[in-house]
């Protein structure tokens, strides 16, 4: 009976003890079948044990070692050999180089390079393949295309790795322009190097490449190959192509967990969750395996939609699967709870966090900021920071600001943006445009505008100068707001939905109607940006707040198919601010058609049922508060609103002091009084800071706002 053609076999038939009676093929064998199997420590230990080690037993050694994952090991092998005076063949300089790409050294791979040139391998392909794979990984695009130029006859594998390496280092056009180049000398690609080119495509966000690159793909006939078509579909899922994203997964033959994947992240990036789902189910009918990226991608839905329900049958299920050992599917558990209102069942899973990454930190400070909770996150950051091995990085420091700003201490702000510079931390665009949110939040345009100075051109993008725009809203500055507008435009900086949105809201609040229709104007006429029903809403404020209720309803009317609950709320609004009966009944009947009985609805409602005199039906609408979370609070208060010569309480005005207005801050809630039956009813104004109140009066004592001892050395706190 022969053992001869299983190597394995061949050695459990020889004990240790013989192992010296081992042909020298033979022991080489069972060194690389054990390998190949990931034994390493085996291999190992029948290394030691070989009386005789020759070359081709090192470089087995150490090529298993690198591709194994072991490169510490490997290099260290290497280093052995070397000072036995050994001359390393091809095998043995693949194998450190995969070593030094792994463990990303450059200093090695240019060391390993020099023997290259030391013994006269540096034309053999393979040898110059691993070198051209090492500097890319090792990040010196450089190094890659001076050996890839000192190739006198380049193969299609030495090409494909230098693509690789272009596109790995992000060199994206380059790498474009060298498959071109390839393609006109009549090198034919294959899949390795179509996967690479689409990579590059899509990075580009070319749309007219990408579909060139797909054109290409079915030409040579590859369309077949599932990871290109893998590749295809994450590339259009990259320019959020939807509709070409959609066409290319219907049209593959077969389809893996990746391929499914891919589709639903898209969907869920876009926010397209009911979507998303239903692939899921359609996912599972076909009996495809889920794997924990679907997993978070469907938790990820269920945060969109707010459905804690289906959230926590997405939990059982990933149970079931044994995913929840995965960190990914943890943080995103976070995230849903969170979202869903569920911040105990969001603290229990991140409690029960084994190893808390950065990101798990990140997505428990960010939930409890949304829920209206910033000292209970910014208490967290700080048990964070405490932690032994917890090293603070964007993610956090971006969750921290988060909650900062909703607390709108600048004392707080300023000492986010010192342990920003002293972590390096600040040379991120985000954390610079949080830091100016933050700082415009708290009431200091100075200190933010400088951050946004010091980005320059090159870090500024449109996110950065809505951050500005939105700061010069908030802080009532609604001139200085159209002027930095008219900047940005002059600077070549093409305006968004959300600049338009902050525009139209600061000359709304300053009731600057004639700028705001200028805006709209050239929104129409210069912008691509698509007309949304939040801008309709903002134009429909500015009308309506500034009295023109009649050229409101016309514009509400004429676009009445996008007319949705904002464009009603901001006439109900502006009805009930200047009691008109008759247009603010049809405002309440048009939201009551398109708009459930959601809080700030039922609020506005029942304050203009009050308005007419109905307080039965006011005050049925304030009964179904208390189902949905709200209450009234427990003392007495104090409304302040904006100065306004067009106000009807606005004759005998009391300004608030500025000591007083210092430590105001958050969430202002608001009484409203009917003079005949003593009836109250409670509403809630958010995001009124200091700075915007130190500006404010009150109007009349019909009106007040919750004043209590805020946290120790600091003065007063509006709830």
Same mark, same amino acid.
């Given at each position: ?11 459990? #038939? ?27 420590? !085996?291999?190992?230990?029948? %290394? ?5 080690? &020759? ?35 091809? %095998? ?6 995969? !070593? ?18 030391? $013994? ?7 040898? &110059? *393949? /691993? ?19 000192? @190739? ?11 693509? *690789? ?13 060298? %498959? ?17 080119? @689409? ?15 797909? &054109? ?94 289906? &959230? ?46 950065? #990101?798990?930190?990140?997505?428990? @400070?960010?939930? $409890? ?7 209970? /996150? ?103 707001? @159209? ?118 609805? *039922? ?51 009391? #300004? ?19 003079? *005949? ?20 009066? #009150? ?21």
């Amino acid at each position: 009976m022969s053992f001869s053609k299983n190597p394995l076999q061949l050695h459990r #038939v020889k004990p240790l003890c013989a192992f010296s009676s081992f042909k020298p093929y033979e022991s080489t064998k069972i060194l690389s079948s054990h390998f190949k199997l990931g034994n390493v420590a !085996s291999a190992q230990h029948l %290394f030691d044990e070989m009386p005789e080690k &020759g070359l081709v037993s090192w470089s087995i050694m150490i090529h298993g070692y690198a591709r194994n994952g072991h490169h510490a090991k490997s290099v260290e092998l290497f280093s052995d050999m070397r000072g036995l005076g050994l001359v390393p063949n091809t %095998f043995t300089m693949v194998g450190v180089l995969v !070593s030094a790409a792994g463990l990303g050294n450059l200093s090695l791979a240019r060391c390993v390079h020099g023997l290259v040139l030391k $013994y006269g391998q540096e034309q053999d392909p393979i040898v &110059g *393949t /691993a070198l051209l794979n090492s500097y890319a990984r090792c990040g010196s695009a450089f190094d890659s295309c001076r050996v890839f130029e000192g @190739i006198k006859n380049p193969t299609l594998i030495s090409s494909n790795a230098f693509i *690789t390496g272009l596109v790995h280092n992000g060199l994206l056009e380059d790498a474009v322009l060298l %498959f071109n180049r390839f393609r006109r000398i009549g090198m034919l690609p294959g899949p390795v190097t179509m996967l690479s080119l @689409i990579k590059a495509c899509g990075g580009l966000g070319s749309q007219r490449l990408c579909e060139a690159a797909h &054109g290409l793909i079915e030409k040579i006939g590859l369309s077949f190959n599932l990871p290109v078509e893998n590749s295809v579909l994450d590339m259009y899922s990259s320019l959020l192509d939807v509709n070409s994203a959609t066409k290319m997964f219907f049209m593959m033959r077969s389809r893996d967990t990746i391929s499914w994947s891919i589709m639903m992240s898209l969907l869920v990036h876009l926010e397209r969750a009911s979507d998303a789902l239903s692939l899921f189910h359609e996912m599972r009918n076909k009996k495809v395996a889920s794997d924990a990226l679907v997993i978070v991608n469907l938790i990820s839905s269920c945060a969109i939609l707010g459905d804690a329900i289906r &959230g926590r049958q997405i939990h059982a299920h990933a149970i079931v699967k044994g995913h929840t050992a995965e960190v990914p599917v943890l943080n995103s558990l976070i995230t849903m709870y969170s979202k869903c209102g569920d911040l105990g069942s969001s603290r229990t899973v991140f409690d029960r966090l084994e190893e808390k990454t950065s #990101v798990s930190w990140a997505a428990i @400070i960010s939930g $409890y900021e949304e829920q209206g909770c910033p000292n209970e /996150a910014l208490n967290l950051f700080t048990n964070a920071r405490q932690e032994k091995n917890f090293t603070l990085d964007s993610v956090v420091l971006l969750a921290a600001l988060g909650a900062s700003s909703e607390v709108a201490s600048l004392e707080l702000c300023m000492q986010l943006h010192c342990l920003a510079l002293r972590t390096a931390l600040s040379m991120h665009r985000l954390v610079k445009n949080s830091l100016i949110s933050a700082y415009s939040k708290s009431g200091n345009m100075e200190l933010a505008f400088g951050v946004f100075n010091e980005m320059g051109s090159f870090l500024c993008d449109i996110v950065s100068w809505n951050a500005v725009l939105n700061g010069y809203a908030i802080n009532s500055c609604s001139e200085k707001a @159209i002027s930095f507008y008219n900047e940005m435009r002059e600077a070549g900086i093409n305006p968004d939905g959300a600049t338009y949105t902050i525009v139209f809201s600061a000359c709304s609040r300053a009731g600057l109607v004639d700028e705001g229709l200028i805006i709209f104007n050239q929104m129409m006429e210069e912008s691509r940006v698509e007309l949304r029903q939040e801008h309709y809403g903002c134009l429909v404020d500015l009308l309506a707040r500034a009295g023109n209720l009649a050229d409101a309803v016309g514009l509400a009317n004429k676009f009445l198919d996008k007319a949705g609950p904002s464009v009603w709320k901001a006439l109900l609004r502006g009805c009930t601010l200047h009691q008109n009966v008759e247009l603010g009944e049809l405002a309440a009947r048009r939201l009551s058609e398109t708009q459930e009985k959601e809080p700030d609805f *039922t609020v506005m409602l029942s304050n203009f049922y009050a308005l007419l005199g109905r307080f039965e039906d006011a005050e049925v609408l304030r009964s179904t508060l208390g189902k949905k979370g709200l209450r009234d609070p427990a003392s007495p208060f104090h409304v302040f609103f904006p100065i306004s010569s067009q106000h009807s309480a606005a004759s005998t005005p009391v #300004v608030i002091s500025t000591a007083l207005a210092i430590d105001i801050a958050a969430v202002v809630w608001v009484r409203s009084i009917d003079q *005949t039956s003593g009836q109250s009813y409670v509403s809630c104004r958010g995001g009124i800071c200091w700075h915007e109140i130190s500006r404010f009066q #009150v109007l009349s004592e019909e009106y007040t706002i919750l004043v209590e001892a805020s946290v120790p050395n600091s003065s007063l706190q509006v709830l």
